[in-house]
């Protein structure tokens, strides 16, 4: 036999006994995106590789040295989206959705990224991510932060918590990182190299930086808020009241500068700490200089992406294992006619009660092994169909996780009885 063959690094298979935890939090996150009025856009997994490095930033890891960039068979070259944002703004170009309009938009899907392969961070992972386009007032961003902070709140995950910074505009941006630039030109022998690659063209990033023998250096660094433009001042405070009015806390952080270049002014970041270095769950902000940068004309956006495994690592922590979800009715049958009647009877329970899930086994097998199957399965009910419930048109109802007696009824009272259970699931 050939060796079966395994998936890429970094690439995961999620299966069903996941499933719950997935649905869950798309189910919330999709229900509360549409209360505030967001609306879905699918965008192409594949972009040309000019959108990427014209956005997120040539001197970014991801740029730099995470992206599945390759030349098609046509010669052009194209990436895997590593993340959402900058798809999302070319698709609003390509197809005029900006043209003296507002967006509110929201967007899921697998994103790439060759890193490291460690838990919580793999090559291929999901994002669940949301896009205000033509805002540029406050509300905005204090709207998709409590936002967040209601998804956290409705999945019942408590232990995340949220820091924030302002970027300030590119224009007092450059000013602080002329500060930036004479700070680190004075401690030229402690930086590593791919700081002293981004010293000229991008200091900002070596905030950025993940290397611990990096973390002092960076610790007594000037810092950003010092350098804030008035405007951009009142912006911040601003978003801070009105996160304040609706009860969510956020610390300050000012050397937070997010892994991309395209942010201005709001940035933040949920954090936990209970999912080891990848702490990290999802974080956004402002970004008002990307829409132009991408051709279109000025338009200011704010938007955030949660990384999907972690908050459902988060999710798993709090509630377990969620296992495969079990039917509710598992049909049983015995002998070749009542196998044949029991297939045609499971199409009918499907139609007349449609919330119900209904599972057929191995019907070639013995009633025992059926029965067993049945069982274990986790079904709450088997329905039985032998030569008696032929010969009188019935079929035979077993409740499987009480002890109850069976019972035998036709159609129309089985289809009362399990549309009236009432733990059927809706
Ligand atoms: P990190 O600091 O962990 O590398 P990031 O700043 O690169 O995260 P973003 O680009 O802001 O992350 O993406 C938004 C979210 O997507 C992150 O908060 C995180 O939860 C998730 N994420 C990012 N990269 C990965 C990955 N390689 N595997 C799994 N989730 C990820
Ligand atoms: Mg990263």
Redesign the pocket.
């Given at each position: 036999m050939a060796t079966p063959l395994q998936p890429v690094r970094g690439m995961n298979d999620i299966l069903p006994q996941d499933e719950a935890l997935w649905e869950k939090l798309e189910s919330t996150a999709e229900a509360l995106f549409r209360a505030y009025g967001y609306h879905r856009i699918r965008i192409p997994v594949i972009e040309r590789t000019e959108l990427f490095s014209r956005s997120i930033g040539e001197l970014t890891d991801?740029v730099e040295k995470e992206m599945y960039t390759f030349e098609d068979r046509g010669g052009d070259s194209v990436t895997l989206r590593p993340?959402a944002t900058a798809g999302v703004v070319r698709a609003c170009l390509s197809n005029g959705l900006l043209h003296n309009q507002q967006q509110k938009l929201w967007c899921s899907g697998p994103?790439f990224?060759r890193?490291k392969p460690q838990k919580?961070?793999?090559?291929q992972?999901h994002?669940l991510s949301v896009e205000a386009l033509g805002f540029d007032e406050p509300e905005i961003d204090a709207e998709l932060i409590v936002m967040s902070a209601r998804l956290w709140r409705e999945l019942g995950l408590d232990h995340v918590r949220l820091e924030m910074n302002s970027l300030g505009t590119p224009e007092s941006r450059a000013v602080y990182k002329d500060a930036l630039v004479r700070y680190f030109s004075r401690h030229l022998d402690a930086l590593d190299a791919d700081s002293l690659r981004r010293l000229e063209r991008n200091p900002l990033r070596i905030l950025d930086s993940k290397n611990p023998d990096m973390a002092e250096l960076i610790a007594g660094a000037p810092v950003l808020t010092e350098h804030l433009d008035d405007a951009s001042r009142a912006h911040f405070e601003r978003v801070q009241q009105l996160l304040g009015d609706c009860g969510v806390e956020a610390e300050l952080n000012p050397r937070l500068v997010?892994?991309?270049d395209y942010y201005t002014r709001t940035v933040f970041?949920w954090l936990t700490d209970r999912l080891g270095a990848?702490?990290?769950?999802?974080?956004?902000g402002r970004y008002d200089g990307l829409v132009a940068q991408l051709g279109g004309r000025d338009t200011p956006a704010v938007g955030w992406?949660?990384?999907v495994?972690?908050i459902v690592e988060l999710l798993r922590l709090e509630e377990g294992d969620p296992g495969i979800r079990a039917p509710d009715v598992f049909i049983v049958s015995v002998g070749d006619a009542a196998r044949r009647a029991a297939f045609a009877a499971a199409e009918q329970l499907r139609s007349r009660v449609p919330a119900l899930t209904v599972s057929i086994g191995a019907p070639a097998a013995g009633f025992k092994a059926q029965m067993r199957r049945a069982d274990k399965s986790g079904a709450r009910y088997a329905v039985i169909i032998g030569d008696d419930e032929l010969a009188a048109g019935t079929l035979g109802l077993k409740p499987l996780r009480v002890d109850a007696p069976q019972q035998s009824l036709n159609l129309e009272q089985l289809v009362s009885q399990l549309s009236s259970a009432p733990e059927r699931r809706e």
């Open positions: 991801i993340e994103m990224r890193e919580g961070r793999y090559r992972f994002q997010r892994g991309l970041e990848q702490s990290a769950v999802c974080s956004g992406a949660l990384g495994e972690r």
